[in-house]
């Protein structure tokens, strides 16, 4: 029993990982771009703890937290200061990383379920 349960918390680990990257491009496709510093911040941990494994889907630049809670987009289309483009492009929204989450969740399940495997 314990081999079968540590081959299938290995193989649920990596199918965590594939939904963990998948949900990252989805994400980083509706951020916000002027330099790419956001974007480009995105990131996937994945943490093994015995039978479990924790994957982590996230953005560290320091401005992160703040864009992805502007949920009033009050600049979109306004020019930016530094003359990239507007505000909010090309595809930007705010919830750039809970929407997708939300939206593709079963997708992303599946994409976990296919390395869910039982050793016998």
């Known amino acids: 029993l314990r081999a079968t349960q540590k081959s299938m918390g290995k193989h649920v680990g ?21 330099d790419g510093v956001l974007r480009d911040s995105g990131f996937v941990t994945k943490r093994e703890r015995g039978f479990f494994t924790e994957v982590t889907v996230g953005f560290s630049a320091p401005h992160a937290l703040w864009v992805h809670e502007s949920v009033g987009m009050v600049l979109k289309g306004k020019p930016r200061p530094s003359g990239k483009g507007t505000y909010w492009s090309p595809n930007g929204q705010a919830k750039f990383l809970e929407e997708p989450a939300r939206t593709n969740r079963e997708e992303l399940l599946s994409r976990v379920a296919k390395y869910r495997r039982w050793v016998r």
């Open 14 to 34: 990596v199918g965590l990982g594939v939904a963990g990257d998948r949900l990252l491009a989805i994400a980083k496709s509706k951020v916000p771009v002027e």
